[in-house]
C-alpha cells in the first residue's frame, strides 16, 4: 500500500495534455486525480443558452432581481469558477456532439484550468452526443472510453499496466 506522499512523487513529471491534445510536462500535486464525464463547468452560460431551461422559467426572472440572485447563485457553483492552483488532475470525458452540456464547457474548463497550472487532459467522444447510457450500446465506443479512462488512472495512480484491475 503506498501512501498519498508516495503517489504524489511518482507523478513528478507525469503528462498532462492541452486542450488542443499535445502533452507536455505537469506540476506534482497531492491531490488525487479525478474524472469527469460530460459534466457542466459553467452553468450559467448553460442557463442563458441551453433549450433544455424551459422558456417560460427564464421569461420570468428576465430583468427582475431574481434573475441577478440565480445567476449570481449559479456562478458560485460553476467548476470553472472554483478553480484553483494545487487542484487535483482531471481527465475529462465528454461526446463532441453533446447536446445538453456542450463539448465547449470541458474546452473552457481545461482552458481555465491551463492558466492556473493545472494537470488535466479531454478525451474527446467524437459524434456522439450526452450519456453512457447511449455510449454503452455499442461495445467499441464504450471500450474506447473505458481504456482510457483506466489507462489515464493507472497513470496518475502509478499503477503498471500488467497489473490486475
Not at 431551461?53 to 431574481?66: F, K, L, M, Y
Request: glycine share 10%.
Amino acid at each position: 500500500m503506498s501512501t498519498r506522499q508516495d503517489r504524489a512523487d511518482r507523478r513528478v513529471g507525469r503528462r498532462s495534455a492541452r486542450c488542443d491534445g499535445r502533452f507536455r510536462t505537469g506540476a506534482d500535486t497531492p491531490s488525487e486525480p479525478s474524472f469527469a464525464l460530460y459534466t457542466p463547468s459553467d452553468l450559467v452560460t448553460l442557463a442563458k443558452t441551453s433549450d433544455h431551461v424551459p422558456r417560460a422559467i427564464g421569461h420570468q426572472i428576465r430583468g427582475t432581481p431574481w434573475e441577478g440572485l440565480v445567476l449570481t447563485g449559479l456562478a458560485q457553483l460553476s467548476p470553472i469558477n472554483n478553480i484553483r492552483s494545487g487542484m487535483p488532475p482531471f481527465l475529462f470525458i465528454h461526446g463532441t456532439k453533446d447536446a445538453l452540456v456542450p463539448f465547449s464547457q470541458s474546452v473552457d474548463m481545461c482552458n481555465r484550468m491551463e492558466e492556473s497550472g493545472g494537470v488535466y487532459e479531454v478525451f474527446p467522444v467524437r459524434g456522439e452526443g450526452h450519456g453512457l447510457r447511449w455510449w454503452e450500446t455499442r461495445p467499441s465506443l464504450a471500450g474506447l472510453y473505458k481504456s482510457k479512462m483506466i489507462e489515464w488512472l493507472r497513470a496518475e495512480f502509478g499503477i503498471p499496466q500488467y497489473a490486475k484491475s
